[in-house]
Each structure stands twice: as structure tokens, then as C-alpha cells.
């Protein structure tokens, strides 16, 4: 990575403001899933060991830039303590008299925890004046480690890094850059991807860019039906984008012109409706009328799987089926047990998606998963091409 790293920086003694993703789930008033809290422990760790004094900004949902208790990160507060074992202050405002006076008062591994930068809508419209407010809580030390932020050019993303002297990249950062950059630039191979979930729409540029960069694609999920439709295959009740049969048949004329192994499903599980436990196991080209897939079926398990147990880097975004009902998620789990055995194998993996991510944790093999990336539309809009905003606004390191 040609941009700074946290590692680079000259903390001690200095206020450092650092974006992290505290967007977790609450319950109750309480943290129900402190995962991402987990993931930037060890940049948090790196700036107190090195004596920075630490202001931590964070989003938590979408209080659309009003003052909302719901979205309060006061909760974090605790669970943070317990994991850093050191008291951690908290501001009410993110900008302002307090958390100016309260970042002054920091000593040498103190943390403070800002309130939610989404109260304010200037947040999100990446207003400069407001990401120069939030810059003089620090002393021109900007760290970023919220990769699942990065594909927002928000203020305390992207606009904080130009009232700095330099913004270089957390520890998480850096590793998830490191598993999707080699992923994309210098992949071991072969290089599969396995693509699913709703829509062919939201994943069109991730099909496209890694058509040109993987060996093989894999696509399931309901996406897999417009790719199937265009075919000319019967496709029931399936969800289909029907204003996307062309691009679909154009990528599938395109894969096959270039000799690129573009498979979809041989096998599905259907049902009358998605809330119907009455499902039959069918060919493709068996759909009757009236039915719609709901998930792929071991036919297709094993089709896919063999791609798979070949691969020496896997990409996998986006559920096979409905996994969240029982009787469409054995295709998902499949793919998710395929995928830790190539890893144990040697294969490098990366998943990224909340639902894929779901999917691995259910299937028991999230410890055997490579890289399991905390942003899902920020790993896909890399695996894009995209260049992320929060990464750009970076400072390249010195001669580069
Ligand atoms: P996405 O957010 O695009 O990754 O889509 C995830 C959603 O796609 C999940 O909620 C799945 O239930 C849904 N999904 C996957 N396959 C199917 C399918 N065959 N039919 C309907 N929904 C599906």
C-alpha cells in the first residue's frame, strides 16, 4: 500500500483522531455484537502503547443528522473499557466546546469517544467547515480504521484528511486492504469467485471487473435467475430483473467469447412461496410453472464445490439461497463448508457481505475464512475497481 500507516506516525504525546466503525448492533441499551469493536483493538492498542492520546469517531446507524438517543454510542463506552482496561471519557457532540475541552484534558494513552458524527448533517454532505471542526480535536494526526466506512466520502472520512498533517491507515485498514488489494492485483491462482445474493443490479461492476481478473465465477443466489432467464431458461416465480436480461446476456456472450467460465446453477430447491416449507429439488430446466428457487441445490453444491477445492484464491460475496429460512440454506452452507475446506487446503479466502459473513459463522467454519472483511459494500465496490474515497484521501508515503 503506497499510503501512510498508522505505524508511521509520531504519536506520543499527541492527540490523534481516529475513525473506527462502531456501527454495531444494540440491544436493550447494550452492545449485542461487539465484533467490530474486536476488530480495531489492535490499532487502539498501537496508539495507547505509543502514547498517543486517543479521540475515537465513529457512525451507529442512520439518525439522518438529527440528535436521535437510539444511535447514542454511550453504550460503547463500557464495552470499550473492558477491552482496553483503562477508563474511556466520552463526549456528548462530536464537534464543539466539550469534546474540544474534554480532548484537550487527554494525557498520554487516554481515550475519548466522540458522540455519533451522524447527528449532524454535515456529516454526510462531507462539509468542509465541519471536517475542520472535527480536525482541531487532534493535532494534525488523522487515522483512519474504518474500512467499512471507506466507500463514503463523508467528513470524518474523507474531509477531516485535508486539516491534517497526515492521515495514514489503522491496522484493520491496512489488512483489509492487503487481503482485496492482492485479491485484485496479484492473485494466487486459480481465482474463483463465488457471487450470490439478491440482485444482478447491485453487483454489476463486481462481475464485470472480476471477469477480467478471476479464472472462474461462480454465480447462485437469485441473481443467478436473470443470468438464467436470458438462456431462455423457464424460471418460474424466481426473482428476476427483468430490465437486466440484456446485460446479463451480453456478460454471458461476453464469458463465453473469451472462453471465461461463467457457471451458474444445474440444480435448485423450489417452493410455491418463499414462506412455503413444501419445497421439491429440481434440474434447471425443470422449473414447473407457479414455483420460484429459493436456494441451489447439491447438484450444484458439488458443481461449484469442485471449482472451489481447485481454487487457491476464493472470493465469495452474497448468499446461494434465502439462507435465512432453514429450508432454503443448505446450498449457502454447502459453499461456506466448500470454502473452509480449499482454505484448510492452502487457498486463500475472502469473504466479505453480511450475509456470506452470517453464513460461515452459521456453518461453524468462520475460523477456517482467511480474511472475513467488515465492509460489505466497501470490499465490493473495491473488488469493483473502484478506488475508495476514505482510501484516497490518505497520505501517500514519502517518495511515492
Ligand atoms: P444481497 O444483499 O444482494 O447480498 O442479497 C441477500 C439476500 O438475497 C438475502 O436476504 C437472501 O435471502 C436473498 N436471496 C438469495 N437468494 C435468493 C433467491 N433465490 N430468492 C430470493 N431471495 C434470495
Redesign the pocket.
Known sequence: MNKLSIRDLALSGKRVFIRVDFNVPLENGTVSDDTRIRETLPTLRLAIERGARLVLASHLGRPKGKVDPKYSLQPVVTRLREFLGRQVDFASDCVGLDAEAKSNLLKNGEVLLLENVRFHPEEEKNDADFSKRLSMLCDQLFVCDAFGSAHRAHASVVGIAKYVKQAAAGLLMEKELAYLGKAISNPERPFVAVL????VS??IEVVQNLMKLADAMLI??????TFLKSQGKPVGK??VEDDKLELAKGLLEQARSRNFRLLLPVDQVIAES?ESTATKTVDIAAMPDGW????VGPKTVEFFGKEIAKARTIVW????????KRA?ASGTLGIARSVAAATKSGATSIIG?G?SVAAVEQAGVAYQISHISTGGGASLEFLAGEILPGVEALTDKPGK
Do not use: I, R, T
Request: aromatic share 10%.
Open positions: 450470490g445474493g439478491a440482485k447491485d453487483k447462485g443466489g437469485a441473481m443467478a435467475y424466481s426473482l418463499p420460484m428457487g429459493l436456494d460475496n452474497g448468499p446461494l439461497g434465502m439462507f435465512e432454503f457481505g450475509d
